[in-house]
């Protein structure tokens, strides 16, 4: 095993911790700096190594920053739970030596839910306010006022109605959109948010949308789901807001969708390839605006709690808080 990063400074002697390898695949990672106050919370719980390539029987909980190698798991014959730095986990459960009886355990962060939904509501309303207009005019010298739509005009669609989706529906709410969510199983929810489930709400959905938010987990069943369909049965003239992950986008589809003007445009934030290759063509289409994955950060106090929540279940011999459900890889 690598190096040992000792988080222990200064903080109290503790009765137990749990060995955990530190999965990077080449990314650096400075532990210290990046949980700042919350290092001694998780140095009194865990003592964090470095992967390499040697067999460690005495590794039970591993932490994944990036694409794990497809031989990573099999290195720890004894490992209980996998954590992985992000609301996704993708990349932890496609990855081939991950055992099926290992936790996947996911990041749950108010605040990450709380920063996506501004992130949201900004695209949504330079939409229907056709801010990006007044931005083409402003370098032409033009003063000219637009019709203001109210927000009760622009309906959203929410792909995923989860720990991120319900709090941008509700926000959405508030400032007069109608929206409607769509989710794998039937929600009842009181308040405005219209529910929809399984193909026959999604498409009952997308009838009364203009714009599309996608909040899905990457799975099987939602790979490439934003496609020619899905757009065409949009409103025509609507907006795609897209903080999911690359491939649930089939690109050319949307190339075509803004062509046509079924949708009027596109805010991207995750791409299938990342950093997003200086040759694609979405940098330059005047329709479309780029963001480098940064919609919504997890913060350090979130991970640190994941880490010690999960540290100390699988002391207790428990199943971790926040653990994904392994049949459906979300
Ligand atoms: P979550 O709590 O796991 O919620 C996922 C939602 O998607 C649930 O409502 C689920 O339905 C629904 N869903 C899953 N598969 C479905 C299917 N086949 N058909 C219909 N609905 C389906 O996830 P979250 O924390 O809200 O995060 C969602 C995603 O946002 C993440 O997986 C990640 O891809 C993305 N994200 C991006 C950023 C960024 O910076 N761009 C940051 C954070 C997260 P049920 O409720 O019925 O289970």
């Known amino acids: 095993m690598g190096e040992t990063k000792n988080l222990s400074f200064g903080g109290p ?56 190698p497809d031989d990573a798991f099999s290195h720890y014959p004894n490992l209980k739970a996998v954590c992985s730095l992000g609301a996704g986990v993708e990349k932890v459960v496609g990855c081939p030596s991950l055992p099926a009886e290992v936790h996947v355990v996911r990041v749950v962060d108010a605040r990450q839910a709380w920063m996506m939904s501004g992130f949201v509501a900004r695209h949504a309303i330079n939409h229907q306010r056709g801010f990006a207009s007044y931005q083409a005019q402003q370098r032409k010298h033009i003063w000219q006022r637009r019709p203001q739509r109210g927000a009760d005009n622009v309906p959203i669609g929410i792909l995923g109605y989860g720990e991120i989706g319900r709090r941008v529906a509700a926000d959405l709410t508030h400032l007069g959109f109608p929206v409607g969510c769509w989710s794998r199983s039937p929600k009842t929810i009181s308040g405005p948010v219209r529910s929809h489930h399984g193909s026959a709400g999604l498409a009952a959905m997308l009838e009364e949308t203009e714009v599309l938010v996608n909040l899905l987990p990457l799975t099987s069943e939602t790979r490439g789901i934003l496609n020619t369909h899905v757009f065409g049965k949009m409103r025509r ?36 390839t990342e950093p997003l290759p200086p040759i694609h063509p979405f940098w330059e289409h005047p329709k479309i605006t780029i963001t480098p994955h940064d919609a919504s950060d997890v913060s350090a106090h979130a991970v640190a709690t994941m880490l010690v929540e999960t540290a100390e279940a699988i002391h207790a011999g428990e199943r971790p808080p926040h653990a994904i459900n392994r049949s459906r890889s979300y």
């Open 237 to 272: 003239g609507g907006y795609l807001i897209q903080v999911g992950r690359g491939e649930h986008l089939v690109e050319a589809d949307l190339l075509e969708a803004l062509k046509s003007g079924q949708l009027a445009g596109a805010a991207l934030d995750v791409f299938a």
């Open 13 to 68: 002697v503790s009765d137990w911790r749990l060995r955990c390898a530190l999965i990077s695949s080449g990314v650096v990672v400075d532990w210290l700096h990046y949980l700042g106050e919350e290092a001694s919370r998780v140095a009194n719980r865990i003592e964090m190594l470095d992967h390499d390539n040697n067999c460690h029987a005495d590794v039970h909980l591993a932490v994944v920053v990036s694409r794990p």
